[in-house]
Every structure is written in structure tokens, then in C-alpha cells.
């Protein structure tokens, strides 16, 4: 298998917790920053949204940054992350919304 392909902007939010998320399971990835005004034509060939981060797995697109973190820690897991309980998850999707609908706002 080829190394991932992680497509990401530094300033990103969400892109920042999927490389933190990918740096706690010590998983490796080729990682591609990208400058948002002037998308890649091999990035916008990837990610079906145009957004970043973006995990190109060769067989399958990660185009959410949850997703690239629950697969990077189910992969290893040394920090115990995923072991929180389920409101856990309840109380990143409730913040996932209004954070992001203010982050859509400010830009």
C-alpha cells in the first residue's frame, strides 16, 4: 500500500485536528499543504468537495476531518482517545455546528 495522501491548509481548523489526530497514531502520511485560493488541479481531482483536509487512500477518499481522525486512531490509539463516552462524541458534533456555521460567517 502506497503512504496517504493528506491534502491540508495550516490555518485550517479542521485540518489542524485531523493532522493532531494523525500525529497522536503515529500514522504516516504525504502531507500536501495547499494554499485555498489556488487549489491544485490533483487536489480538486480528489476531494469530491473541494475542501480540506482531504485523505486520498488510494481506494477511498477520507473528505472529512472526523473521519480522517477516527480512522487515524483506530489505527493506534496510545492516547486512549477514542475511549471517551459517547456524549463525548455528542458534545464535537453540537460544537461542529455553530462553530462551523461562525467560522462560515467570518470568512
Given at each position: 500500500?502506497?503512504?496517504?495522501?493528506?491534502?491540508?491548509?495550516?490555518?485550517?481548523?479542521?485540518?489542524?485536528?485531523?493532522?493532531?489526530?494523525?500525529?497522536?497514531?503515529?500514522?504516516?502520511?504525504?502531507?500536501?499543504?495547499?494554499?485555498?485560493?489556488?487549489?491544485?488541479?490533483?487536489?480538486?481531482?480528489?476531494?469530491?468537495?473541494?475542501?480540506?483536509?482531504?485523505?486520498?487512500r488510494g481506494q477511498e477518499v477520507i473528505d472529512e476531518s472526523l473521519d480522517i481522525m477516527l480512522w487515524a486512531l483506530r489505527y493506534s490509539d496510545p492516547e486512549g482517545l477514542l475511549t471517551m463516552p459517547e456524549a463525548g462524541f455528542d458534545l464535537i458534533a453540537e460544537a461542529d455546528g455553530p462553530f462551523k456555521t461562525a467560522l462560515d460567517r467570518y470568512k
Open positions: 500500500m502506497t503512504t496517504p495522501i493528506l491534502w491540508s491548509f495550516r490555518r485550517c481548523p479542521y485540518a489542524m485536528r485531523a493532522r493532531l489526530a494523525i500525529a497522536s497514531a503515529g500514522v504516516s502520511v504525504d502531507l500536501r499543504e495547499i494554499v485555498l485560493r489556488d487549489k491544485p488541479v490533483a487536489f480538486l481531482a480528489t476531494s469530491p468537495s473541494g475542501t480540506v483536509p482531504c485523505l486520498d
